[in-house]
């Protein structure tokens, strides 16, 4: 299974110490990224160049291996043309927004702006919000522990300020400064409150405080020789079922000691960072073409659907494509773009025309075929097409599979497939449900989903490993609350009533910061 560790190995790495006019919009190919940039190539390449040796960087410094993900499961990041920009993709004019991050076995989204506007002293550059986003990421791909909101933000503030030396290396563990208010002036977190998890009614300073003492404390663990092993041992009694304060206690021991170091420890003249050379980095391939018009018209109503469309907005963005497909009715991003509206419209019979019309573009389209697939179970499941629809809606999603072998969103669909059949999911189809989640561990709904499977299979031990990192889940309280539900019918040995509240209390989905 591909995770990642929880907390930095410092062994062996050098820590030093710290006192236009609108381009084209193209895209970057990497071997874990897919990007699209109202930008020059140039601008691209190095931007794609950057991310692919931020990502090096963490994986150096946990000490595990890289494996590069399928073809349909490689993070797709849109760089948009500013905050407002960003806002509106999601539809919260909120302007503490100022990236967004989605996780999902069906592909993950990054959202990030291009420019902040006038640049202020303290104020977030672009690239720290890319980084940061993408920290999210690559936490969410190790989910055997749960995740505390504070070691989120923090870890997420921490490879946010990753900086690019002049000859190429990259140094990590730089104090945020637009984090300096909520470090020294913003109102404090309780530290115990901190490590609960307990943030309901934060204020606006509170929140700022979360995030800011939320990185002071996760580099302070890492660097602080007397604390090693604290946070990881945190990890491990989250992981064996602790409750967060008991979890913290165990591992950090008193908490105003703690709070006392930490204070101390925020005030020194100068804290520690870690410098990785150049030489240590290896140049990724990377591949930049333009859009074509049919694709620089689509992409507005694309993004905004990738970020996250309810079925209402899913109608109107099929609606305004509506023109743009009957101009390139033999476009394959076009058409694929318009089956995808069409399904989240609830619009099957169109989305499989528009599938078909992808497919005769590209023959090799797995996404594609992955729609045509899924907008057949719709139709079959409405009672539109014979029982015999559901076999070809599988062949359609196995193809894909055969073509993507590491993309999990044909393995979650086929597993899926039986379920709204109203059969029992064969052996192959748990076996690939549980490894879609191997391949897409930051998906919560479907985590829930291999857990849910493993509890109907008597498999208590996998149910409950699955589950615990989401029962404290910070950002999506029911679903955290099902699933400490759940573990607590399963330790009481209540198994008819775990199985009857996962047929009474359907999954919810979650999704990454």
Same mark, same amino acid.
């Given at each position: 299974?591909?995770?990642?560790?929880?907390?930095?190995?410092?062994?062996?790495?050098?820590?030093?110490?710290?006192?236009?006019?609108?381009?084209?919009?193209? %895209? @970057? !190919?990497?071997?874990?990224? *897919?990007?699209? /940039?109202?930008?020059?190539?140039? $601008?691209?390449? &190095? %931007? @794609? !160049?950057?991310?692919?040796? *931020?990502?090096? /960087?963490?994986?150096?410094?946990? $000490?595990?291996? &890289?494996?590069?993900?399928?073809?349909?499961?490689?993070?797709?990041?849109?760089?948009?043309?500013?905050?407002?920009?960003?806002?509106?993709?999601?539809?919260?004019?909120?302007?503490?927004?100022?990236?967004?991050?989605?996780?999902?076995?069906?592909g993950p989204v990054m959202l990030v702006p291009r420019w902040m506007g006038v640049w202020r002293k303290g104020q977030p550059t672009p690239e720290t919000v890319f980084f940061h986003e993408y920290a999210h990421?690559?936490?969410?791909?190790?989910?055997?522990?749960?995740?505390?909101?504070?070691?989120?933000?923090?870890?997420?503030?921490?490879?946010?300020?990753?900086?690019?030396?002049?000859?190429?290396?990259?140094?990590?563990?730089?104090?945020?400064?637009?984090?300096?208010?909520?470090?020294?002036?913003?109102?404090?977190?309780?530290?115990?409150?901190?490590?609960?998890?307990?943030?309901?009614?934060?204020?606006?300073?509170?929140?700022?405080?979360?995030?800011?003492?939320?990185?002071?404390?996760?580099?302070?663990?890492?660097?602080?020789?007397?604390?090693?092993?604290?946070?990881?041992?945190?990890?491990?009694?989250?992981?064996?079922?602790?409750?967060?304060?008991?979890?913290?206690?165990?591992?950090?021991?008193?908490?105003?000691k703690l709070e006392k170091d930490l204070t101390a420890y925020a005030r020194r003249p100068k804290l520690h960072y870690i410098q990785i050379p150049a030489t240590k980095l290896k140049t990724s391939p990377i591949a930049i073409r333009p859009l074509s018009p049919a694709e620089t018209d689509i992409l507005p109503l694309h993004i905004e659907l990738k970020v996250g469309a309810s079925e209402r907005a899913a109608r109107r963005l099929a609606w305004q494509a509506k023109s743009i497909a009957n101009r390139y009715a033999s476009d394959h991003f076009v058409q694929l773009a318009v089956a995808e509206m069409e399904l989240e419209a609830k619009n099957a019979d169109a989305a499989e025309v528009a599938a078909d019309r992808a497919l005769q573009a590209n023959p090799r389209s797995t996404q594609a075929m992955i729609v045509k697939g899924r907008a057949i179970m719709e139709r079959a499941a409405a009672g539109k097409l014979p029982a015999k629809a559901w076999n070809d809606a599988r062949r359609w999603i196995m193809a894909a599979?055969?073509?993507?072998?590491?993309?999990?969103?044909?393995?979650?669909?086929?597993?899926?497939?039986?379920?709204?059949?109203?059969?029992?999911?064969?052996?192959?189809?748990?076996?690939?449900?549980?490894y879609a989640l191997a391949l897409a561990p930051q998906d919560q709904h479907l985590r829930l989903k291999s857990a849910v499977q493993h509890l109907r299979q008597g498999k208590l031990a996998e149910a409950k490993r699955t589950l615990i990192p989401i029962a404290w889940h910070p950002h999506r309280k029911?679903?955290?609350?099902?699933?400490?539900?759940?573990?607590?019918?399963?330790?009481?040995?209540?198994?008819?009533?775990?199985?009857?509240?996962t047929a009474h209390n359907p999954p919810e989905e979650v999704e990454g910061h």
């Amino acid at each position: 299974m591909r995770v990642l560790c929880l907390f930095l190995l410092m062994a062996g790495w050098s820590v030093v110490l710290t006192g236009t006019a609108h381009a084209k919009w193209h %895209r @970057a !190919t990497t071997p874990h990224f *897919v990007i699209y /940039a109202n930008e020059d190539a140039a $601008k691209l390449h &190095d %931007r @794609a !160049t950057r991310l692919e040796k *931020v990502r090096q /960087a963490v994986h150096l410094l946990r $000490k595990v291996k &890289d494996y590069p993900p399928g073809e349909g499961n490689r993070l797709t990041v849109f760089v948009v043309e500013d905050l407002s920009h960003v806002q509106r993709m999601l539809r919260a004019p909120d302007p503490g927004i100022s990236g967004y991050y989605r996780g999902r076995a069906s592909g993950p989204v990054m959202l990030v702006p291009r420019w902040m506007g006038v640049w202020r002293k303290g104020q977030p550059t672009p690239e720290t919000v890319f980084f940061h986003e993408y920290a999210h990421h690559l936490l969410l791909q190790d989910l055997k522990h749960p995740l505390p909101q504070w070691l989120s933000e923090g870890f997420a503030e921490f490879v946010g300020q990753a900086r690019f030396t002049t000859v190429g290396g990259i140094a990590v563990g730089h104090f945020p400064r637009h984090r300096q208010f909520g470090l020294t002036q913003a109102f404090e977190v309780p530290l115990d409150r901190l490590l609960t998890g307990n943030y309901v009614r934060l204020d606006s300073d509170q929140v700022e405080n979360l995030y800011a003492r939320g990185w002071l404390l996760y580099h302070y663990l890492n660097f602080e020789p007397t604390r090693r092993g604290q946070l990881d041992r945190y990890l491990t009694a989250l992981a064996s079922g602790d409750e967060p304060l008991r979890a913290a206690v165990t591992a950090f021991g008193d908490f105003k000691k703690l709070e006392k170091d930490l204070t101390a420890y925020a005030r020194r003249p100068k804290l520690h960072y870690i410098q990785i050379p150049a030489t240590k980095l290896k140049t990724s391939p990377i591949a930049i073409r333009p859009l074509s018009p049919a694709e620089t018209d689509i992409l507005p109503l694309h993004i905004e659907l990738k970020v996250g469309a309810s079925e209402r907005a899913a109608r109107r963005l099929a609606w305004q494509a509506k023109s743009i497909a009957n101009r390139y009715a033999s476009d394959h991003f076009v058409q694929l773009a318009v089956a995808e509206m069409e399904l989240e419209a609830k619009n099957a019979d169109a989305a499989e025309v528009a599938a078909d019309r992808a497919l005769q573009a590209n023959p090799r389209s797995t996404q594609a075929m992955i729609v045509k697939g899924r907008a057949i179970m719709e139709r079959a499941a409405a009672g539109k097409l014979p029982a015999k629809a559901w076999n070809d809606a599988r062949r359609w999603i196995m193809a894909a599979n055969k073509i993507d072998t590491e993309d999990p969103e044909p393995l979650v669909l086929f597993h899926e497939s039986f379920e709204r059949q109203g059969l029992a999911p064969t052996p192959d189809a748990v076996a690939a449900l549980h490894y879609a989640l191997a391949l897409a561990p930051q998906d919560q709904h479907l985590r829930l989903k291999s857990a849910v499977q493993h509890l109907r299979q008597g498999k208590l031990a996998e149910a409950k490993r699955t589950l615990i990192p989401i029962a404290w889940h910070p950002h999506r309280k029911g679903a955290a609350a099902s699933a400490r539900e759940l573990m607590k019918l399963i330790n009481e040995g209540k198994m008819r009533e775990a199985v009857q509240l996962t047929a009474h209390n359907p999954p919810e989905e979650v999704e990454g910061h």
